[in-house]
C-alpha cells in the first residue's frame, strides 16, 4: 500500500477546491493515495503520512476554519510532512513589496508548524463583467491583480510533484 496523503483545504469563493483537486490529482499520479477534504469536515490527520493544507486568503490572512483546523491537529501534525498552500487574488507580483505581503500570508500558519513546502497561487479575482463596479474598483485599489480565473495550472502541478511526502 502506498504513502497516504491528506489534502485539506478551506475556501471562500470556491476556486481553493479547484486548486486542491488538482494538487490531490498530481499526488495521486504519484502513486499516492489521497484524500481531498474541506477542513470544515475535521478531517483527522492521523491516518496519514502527509498533510497538505491550503486556503483562501481573506483579508491577508488564512480563512479562520482552516486556522483553527491548523491549531485543534497541532500535535498530530508534528509526525509527518506538512506542507501549506494560499489562494490570493491580491499580491501576485514578482516585486519586493507584493513578494512580502504575500509571505506574510503564513506567518501564522508558521508559528504552528514548520511546513515542509510552501506554495502561494493566483485564484479567482472578480470578472469585467462584474456588475458590481463598485466592487471592482475597491479590489484595484487595494491592490488586487487577478481578473477573472487568475489559476495558474502548471504551476500548480510543478509544486504538487515537489510536495515532499
Not at 491592490?143 to 489559476?151: L, S
Amino acid at each position: 500500500m502506498g504513502k497516504r496523503v491528506l489534502v485539506g483545504y478551506a475556501t471562500g469563493a470556491g476556486s481553493t477546491v479547484g486548486v486542491a483537486e488538482a494538487i490531490g490529482k498530481t499526488l495521486s499520479e504519484r502513486g499516492l493515495e489521497v484524500d481531498v477534504r474541506p477542513m470544515k469536515d475535521r478531517p483527522s490527520p492521523e491516518d496519514y503520512d502527509a498533510v497538505v493544507l491550503g486556503s483562501a486568503i481573506n483579508g491577508g490572512q488564512w480563512l479562520p476554519e482552516a486556522v483553527s483546523f491548523l491549531e485543534a491537529n497541532r500535535g498530530k501534525l508534528g509526525d509527518v510532512p506538512v506542507s501549506l498552500f494560499c489562494v490570493h487574488a491580491m499580491n501576485c507580483g514578482s516585486d519586493p513589496k507584493k513578494t512580502k505581503r504575500r509571505l506574510a500570508y503564513l506567518d501564522k500558519e508558521r508559528a504552528l508548524v514548520k511546513p515542509a513546502a510552501e506554495g502561494f497561487f493566483a485564484g479567482v479575482g472578480p470578472s469585467q463583467l462584474d456588475s458590481n463596479a463598485i466592487a471592482r474598483w475597491a479590489f484595484k485599489a487595494f491592490g488586487g491583480d487577478i481578473v477573472g480565473d487568475g489559476r495558474d495550472w502548471d504551476a500548480i502541478k510543478a509544486w504538487a510533484q515537489q510536495v515532499p511526502v
